[in-house]
């Protein structure tokens, strides 16, 4: 199927000062979807669909949120029911809390469930970083037209445990244990992947969430 684009798109993608946020800018662009990073509250509320992305440290990127004026505007818009992407700590932040550094950190307590450190293993590296494949758990959009077991590309070290609800479970992965690599619950998706590095498979997946965004707006 295709879309006329033409600027009948505007994604927010939320600026807070953590995450690569020229390499998701940069991977809509190439999909021809209009997408913008901005840390401006009026700018993500405007929009028509919002990305979190995020790398590093669960607690800074809280408190990023929160210096930002962010953390409420990412609650508001998720309620409203504006189509919502997070991207690796942007999906983690999602949760209640994570327990990175031996310390609980709050998380948006968007879903029930808690981050914790990858297990260590004799032939297993933390971070998890590189290619893996996924196993789709659901009939989740995002997935749709992608091969049985998908590979994309990790950068972590934490991970979503399994005191999340499993109903929202779209996707997992293996890495010394099985863990959650996607979740999808109504207007909210989330990776713990990084689809903006995942090659053809990774924009596959950007396509497939924007039109959800297109079909919404329409």
């Not at 190439?30 to 901005?38: K, L, P, R």
Request: negative net charge; charged residues 20%; proline residues 4%.
């Amino acid at each position: 199927m295709v879309y006329d684009w033409s600027g009948t798109i505007l994604i927010a993608i939320v600026d807070y000062g953590v995450g690569n946020l020229g390499s998701v800018e940069n991977a809509f662009r190439f999909i021809g979807v209009n997408a913008a990073a901005t840390s401006s509250p009026e700018k993500i509320f405007a929009a028509d669909a919002v990305v979190l992305p995020g790398v590093g440290a669960f607690a800074g990127a809280v408190r990023s949120l929160d210096n930002a004026g962010l953390t409420a505007v990412i609650k508001d818009v998720i309620k409203k029911g504006k189509i919502f992407l997070g991207i690796c700590l942007g999906m983690q932040l999602l949760f209640e809390y994570s327990e990175e550094g031996g310390q609980r950190a709050e998380g948006l307590g968007i879903f029930k469930g808690s981050i914790e450190q990858l297990p260590f293993g004799d032939y297993l590296k933390i971070p998890h970083m590189g290619w893996n494949s996924l196993n789709i758990k659901s009939k989740c959009p995002l997935f749709e037209g992608l091969p049985e077991r998908p590979y994309v590309y990790f950068v972590h070290s934490y991970y979503l445990n399994n005191t999340c609800d499993r109903n929202i479970v779209a996707a997992t992965a293996d890495y010394g244990i099985e863990f959650n690599a996607a979740v999808w619950s109504g207007n909210v998706f989330a990776t713990q992947f990084h689809p903006e590095k995942s090659g053809d498979v990774g924009l596959k997946i950007l396509r497939n969430w924007a039109e959800l965004v297109y079909r919404h707006d329409k």
